[in-house]
């Protein structure tokens, strides 16, 4: 069984205390799992399934519906890549080529070093300043393929 950290346990502890249900408290306990693992593994949701008392398909049915929640293994660093509307006409789709051209780096995809992960995503509430994408947790926004390679060369 996939093992959480002492500290990791506490947090969901915590958290479950915070809300009125279990259920409730799935959302930041998953999140919490993921922080730990990098992803939420067959084994993450049935630890944290186990942690808060709710059936195992129940996590799992709130773990895939939500986009920030990430299925496989992920690589070191996930770049989330906004590529709906206002970033369409901005010229992500010339973006999606550089990171593929680049670093190899294709949507769904991780970098043979495993460094970097890519998933598109739908808005991210940046529109009036699109392009836009996160690394990990860090936004970043009016981006440009001189813009992305600074910002990635920041994430070993
Ligand atoms: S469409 Fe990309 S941030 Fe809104």
């Avoid at 947090?11 to 992803?39: C, H, K, M, S």
């Avoid at 049915?61 to 690589?75: R, S």
């Avoid at 992960?117 to 009036?128: D, N, R």
Wanted: proline residues 5%; hydrophobic residues 40%.
């Amino acid at each position: 069984m996939t093992k959480l950290s002492e500290t990791a346990i506490q947090e969901i502890d915590e958290i479950r205390r915070n809300y009125p249900t279990a259920r409730a408290a799935l959302l930041p306990a998953l999140y919490v799992a993921q922080r730990e693992f990098g992803w939420l593994s067959p084994e993450a949701y049935t630890t944290v399934s186990d942690l808060l008392g709710v059936p195992p398909a129940i996590a799992r049915g709130v773990g895939t519906f939500y986009a920030m929640y990430k299925n496989k293994p992920m690589g070191r660093h996930v770049v989330q890549l906004c590529t709906n509307v206002s970033c369409m006409i901005l010229g992500v789709e010339k973006l999606v080529d550089f990171l593929r051209n680049t670093y190899g780096l294709v949507p769904g995809g991780t970098t043979a070093d495993n460094r970097f992960s890519l998933v598109i995503m739908e808005c991210i509430g940046a529109c009036g300043t699109a392009p836009a994408m996160l690394v990990n947790d860090d936004f970043y926004e009016n981006l440009t393929e001189q813009y992305i390679k600074e910002i990635l060369g920041k994430y070993q």
